[in-house]
Nanobody, 125 residues
Framework: QVQVVESGGGLVQAGGSLRLSCTVS????????MGWFRQAPGKEREGVSS????????YYADSVKGRFTISRDTAKNTLYLQMNSLKPEDTAMYYC??????????????????WGQGTQVTVSS
């Protein structure tokens, strides 16, 4: 059974930093590209960042480019998202997922399976 568990969220002031972690078990983590998504209240879930299976290609939404960094540690079966210079508009539930389809773009939800329960990030102004 695949388990995906996000952690590291919390309340932070604007300009602050957080590092999210996503630990995966029950699948061969090193064989999958991974992605981070977020969903703010009243909005659709959106792609934040993605990383390929080897960790040498990364993708970012324009809204987080230059502030967020995605990385992975295959030995620990863990995906990370370092978030710096946080803004109130970054407030959302953050999810990670494994990419299981390649029929579209990295930010399309339909290309991902095995979602976690999410971790809440709240940025105060």
């Amino acid at each position: 059974q695949v388990q995906v568990v996000e952690s590291g969220g919390g309340l932070v002031q604007a300009g602050g930093s957080l590092r999210l972690s996503c630990t995966v078990s029950g699948l061969s983590f090193g064989d999958y590209a991974m992605g981070w998504f977020r969903q703010a209240p009243g909005k659709e879930r959106e792609g934040v960042s993605s990383i390929n299976w080897r960790g040498d290609y990364t993708y970012y939404a324009d809204s987080v480019k230059g502030r967020f960094t995605i990385s992975r540690d295959t030995a620990k079966n863990t995906l990370y998202l370092q978030m710096n210079s946080l803004k109130p508009e970054d407030t959302a539930m953050y999810y990670c997922a494994a990419r299981t389809r390649y029929s579209g773009s990295w930010y399309e939800e339909r290309n991902y399976s095995y979602w976690g329960q999410g971790t809440q990030v709240t940025v105060s102004s």
